[in-house]
Nanobody
Framework: QVQLVESGGGLAQAGGSLRLSCASS????????MGWFRQAPGKEREFVAG????????HYADSVKGRFTISRDNTKNAAYLRMDSLKVEDTAVYFC??????????????????WGQGTQVTVSS
């Protein structure tokens, strides 16, 4: 059974930075595209960033483009989301997710078949 565990969330001030990590246990995901999503209270889960299987291609939501950076280290079965210039509206639970055996990115959360439990990010003004 694939398990993803996110870490690195917490409280940050507007303009600050956080780095989220996503670690996989139970499988290697070197052939899987990975994505980061977020969900704020009362809102639907939304795509934040995605990375293809080898890190050669990335895609970002317009709301985070230029501020967030997604990366991965397949030797460590890990994915990361560096978040800079944080805004209050970035406050949400952040999830990482993977697409088993599919190498390319999707912005649709329904396209991802395994997920972490989420980590809370709170940005204060």
């Amino acid at each position: 059974q694939v398990q993803l565990v996110e870490s690195g969330g917490g409280l940050a001030q507007a303009g600050g930075s956080l780095r989220l990590s996503c670690a996989s246990s139970g499988r290697t995901f070197s052939k899987d595209a990975m994505g980061w999503f977020r969900q704020a209270p009362g809102k639907e889960r939304e795509f934040v960033a995605g990375i293809n299987y080898n890190g050669g291609n990335t895609h970002y939501a317009d709301s985070v483009k230029g501020r967030f950076t997604i990366s991965r280290d397949n030797t460590k079965n890990a994915a990361y989301l560096r978040m800079d210039s944080l805004k209050v509206e970035d406050t949400a639970v952040y999830f990482c997710a993977g697409r088993t055996g599919i190498s390319y990115i999707s912005i649709n959360p329904g396209s991802y078949d395994y997920w972490g439990q989420g980590t809370q990010v709170t940005v204060s003004s």
